[in-house]
């Protein structure tokens, strides 16, 4: 799988619930009528192999109830983070987003 995620460092956290506002922009992408949850993850990418230094991504995949999300069609990637620290809190701010029903605002 050659363009499949890092699941060696890939952290979710626990499923949201789309609200009304955020579901319209994710209806403007393909299979939307399955997707009800935000799927928050952290990733990730080792790049120094003699430090074992990282750096971190967070994802936003629209996910199916059980947990199903398409990792090849991520809603919302963020910037590269190089403390896992700062990239734990940004997935923090965007799952209070997410509840609050304005990760829309944050995607566009």
């Known amino acids: 799988m050659k363009n499949a995620p890092n699941?060696?460092?890939f952290y979710q956290r626990s499923l949201v619930l789309i609200?009304?506002?955020d579901s319209l922009s994710v209806q403007e992408k393909p299979e939307s009528e399955f997707f009800t949850?935000?799927?928050i993850?952290?990733?990730g990418t080792e790049i120094d192999k003699?430090?074992?230094a990282y750096q971190w991504n967070v994802f936003v995949f629209p996910s199916k109830k059980c947990g199903g999300f398409?990792?090849?069609q991520p809603f919302y990637v963020s910037k590269c983070f190089q403390s896992i620290h700062e990239a734990i809190d940004y997935t923090v701010q965007l799952e209070k987003k997410a509840k609050e029903d304005q990760l829309c605002k944050i995607a566009n």
């Open 37 to 39: 949850h935000w799927l």
């Open 50 to 52: 003699v430090t074992g």
């Open 41 to 43: 993850a952290l990733e």
């Open 19 to 21: 609200g009304e506002d």
């Open 70 to 72: 398409n990792y090849h």
């Open 7 to 9: 699941y060696g460092e």
